[in-house]
């Protein structure tokens, strides 16, 4: 069965740094798996990560630097052992 076939959004590789900005949790810096126009898939590392439906602020950069000025709204769309899909809201 081909997973990407019912995907919204067909995923690229990225090697995109995320840090994810909460009140209540800090600054947590992830390395973006994949991308998609829908958002991104970060792997989990040591980080407890948020729940989901959490909305947090993203900056994103890359080797070239920082890709925006402002950190966008992102929200938790699914936690698992492996890491965090975000989407863009």
Do not use: W
């Amino acid at each position: 069965m081909d997973i990407n076939k019912n995907r919204r959004y067909p995923r690229v590789a990225s090697d995109a740094q995320l840090e994810l900005q909460h009140p209540a949790l800090g600054v947590i810096s992830l390395k973006a798996k994949n991308a998609s126009k829908g958002g991104f898939f970060a792997l989990r590392g040591v980080h407890i990560m948020p729940p989901v439906d959490t909305e947090v602020r993203v900056t994103i950069k890359r080797h070239t630097g920082t890709l925006n000025t402002e950190p966008v709204n992102m929200r938790v769309a699914h936690v698992c052992d492996e890491g965090i899909g975000l989407e863009f809201i």
